[in-house]
């Protein structure tokens, strides 16, 4: 039965991240980025969070769907996506 809640059509993987990083500033303060990926269990939202400074995980309850997708909250340290996943590889 679980199956069934996740059937949903999906809005393009594109569309829905850009919509998704649209509605997050009113989620949280902290920095964020929202990224398509997956794993066995099929394709996801898996939206990071910066905790605060003195490392504080600040963020309101996400929606567990989001125009058809799973979401995935995931807390990182602070300036994390900055330094890590914002950064240019050679």
């Not at 199956?3 to 989620?27: C, G, H, S």
């Not at 394709?43 to 929606?63: A, F, H, K, M, N």
Request: glycine share 4%; net charge negative.
């Amino acid at each position: 039965m679980a199956n069934l809640f996740w059937r949903e059509k999906k809005t393009d993987k594109k569309i829905a991240v850009q919509k998704f990083m649209e509605i997050l500033p009113d989620y949280t303060p902290s920095a964020f980025k929202v990224r398509q990926e997956g794993d066995d269990s099929g394709s996801y939202l898996c939206v990071y969070v910066e905790r605060t400074e003195d490392g504080q995980e600040i963020c309101e309850d996400l929606p567990v769907k989001f125009e058809g997708w799973r979401t995935i909250l995931v807390f990182c340290p602070y300036e994390y996506i900055k330094v890590v996943m914002d950064a240019k590889r050679e």
